[in-house]
């Protein structure tokens, strides 16, 4: 018999058949270790005679209060958790309405997109107009229904 | 038998009662095992001081997991099981040094080991030698790594069957006698060490 499986079921308690016998008595490093673990064993056995210490007086009682407690943080914890998801999500639906209504609601500006600055290019009196009158930089002289800024005045009456 | 009674509700009622979130309900389940759950956590870790925390964050851990007991085994092993998962995490965080045992054995108790170490068994020492090995491997045990700790104290200590160990630490059977099995030569091992060291 193998010494590792002797001394695997030595450990086991049991009461050694006849071939563990017999090992034992011709193999004194299997004997040296079945005295060892005897050794072990006794002072495992006298660990069990040590009395665990008690609990204290009302122990169920209190661990049922802090429980409550316990629960009663973590439900406001959970509650603080859902109120503020549903502020952030509130707030993305109306970033993401504002962009919406951006992107969809007309412009009321004139140039705001080709077709309308055709409409008003093609208009006989902005048609018979030169670039520089469109932009409002013509001079006086040129284009005289069309007003001047007060500076371009001042500017023409001191030359 | 109090079960008996029509009127007194049965441990599986106080169990759907926990599920359903009733925290009263808690009290008569933690009345029923607190004694068993005092004594494996005490044999576990060793150190009076702590039990009762202990023991209380177990049994807060259970509450919070209670949902998940499907009654496929014991409520007593499933109780066991958080216990022993909790004091390896204990253990892993507070084990003590290997080394230091020879340092910290009183005179009288290095005499009683020398003496064990010529005595040919158990049953030739004295009573002095006797407490020698006793508290030499409560400290052995106290240094060993935190898995043989736990199989040693269910197995050796709380006195489980194989089987009971098996389905408390959720392994197979063969897995439990081959890690008993490698606990016990360490334990020994580090006995002759001490013994030759000296």
Known sequence: ?159 | MADARPDVPSEAEWIRRCQSGDTEAFAPLVETYKRRIFHLVFHLVRRREDVEDLVQEIFMKAFAAISSYNFQSAFGTWLNRIAVNHCYDYLRRHRASRVSYFWEMSEEGQRGIESTARSPEPGGLNNEEHLAVDDLVSKLLARAPAEDRIILTLKEIEEKSVEEVAEILSLKSSTVKVRLHRARKRMVKDLKKWQEGR
Not at chain 1, 30 to 59: I, T
Not at chain 1, 79 to 94: D, M, N, P, S
Not at chain 1, 122 to 143: K, L, R, T, W, Y
């Open chain 1, 1 to 159: 018999m193998r010494c590792d499986v002797v001394r695997e079921r030595i450990g086991e308690g049991i009461e050694l058949p006849a071939g563990i016998e017999a090992h034992l008595s011709s193999c004194s490093a299997c004997a040296d270790f079945v005295r060892q673990w005897e050794l072990v064993h006794a002072g495992l056995v006298a660990l069990r005679k040590e009395e665990p210490p008690q609990a204290s007086l009302g122990f169920a009682e209190r661990l049922v209060r802090q429980m409550e407690r316990a629960r009663a943080v973590s439900q406001i914890g959970q509650q603080f958790i859902v109120e503020a998801g549903r502020r952030v999500v509130y707030a993305t639906l109306l970033v993401a309405l504002m962009l919406v209504l951006g992107l969809l609601l007309p412009s009321s500006g004139p140039l705001r997109t080709p077709q309308a600055a055709e409409s008003i290019l093609s208009q006989p009196e902005v048609a018979a107009m030169s670039p520089d009158q469109i932009m409002g930089i013509s001079d006086a002289n040129s284009a005289p229904d069309v007003p001047v800024s007060g500076n371009q005045q001042r500017g023409t009456e001191s030359k």
